[in-house]
């Protein structure tokens, strides 16, 4: 497969990878298919917000599907999303998914603050060695 992309004009791969995108956003093909997608186009396709409300769910059911495919984790981790344009089920799958594995998608927890909102506040534990700075007042 990568033999003949290498034989195409620009203008042909450009609108080959319009096609693999909406494969991707297509809900219809199974995860499977678009999975093969990314393995086999992994560094040359993007996602692609589409316009307005319009579902993300095909790319949300990708992340619930990430934990055991390193590939498929790299390439959701490095894409670039705009969560609060997304319908607010798809975004809050998303934003489950990504809190579940926070240590594999460490790019989009950094550029979205949607993701971050969203992300549970760690507890600090008082310090053992100053209780007296510790204490609440009474």
């Known amino acids: 497969m990568r033999l003949l992309w290498s034989f195409l004009e620009e203008n042909q791969r450009a609108e080959i990878l319009k096609e693999l995108h909406d494969i991707l956003m297509e809900v219809d093909t199974s995860k499977e298919k678009r999975v093969k997608v990314i393995h086999d186009f992994q560094d040359v396709i993007q996602f692609t917000e589409p316009e307005g409300k319009t579902s993300r769910r095909a790319i949300a059911?990708?992340?619930?599907?990430?934990a055991g495919d390193e590939v498929l984790r790299s390439w959701l981790d490095a894409q670039q999303y705009t969560f609060s344009d997304w319908p607010v089920a798809e975004a809050e799958t998303v934003s489950q998914v990504v809190n579940e594995n926070q240590e594999n998608f460490k790019g989009i927890i950094s550029r979205s603050r949607f993701i971050k909102n969203r992300l549970p506040v760690p507890e600090v534990e008082p310090d053992a060695t100053n209780k007296e700075d510790n204490q609440d007042e009474t």
């Open 61 to 66: 059911a990708l992340f619930s599907i990430a």
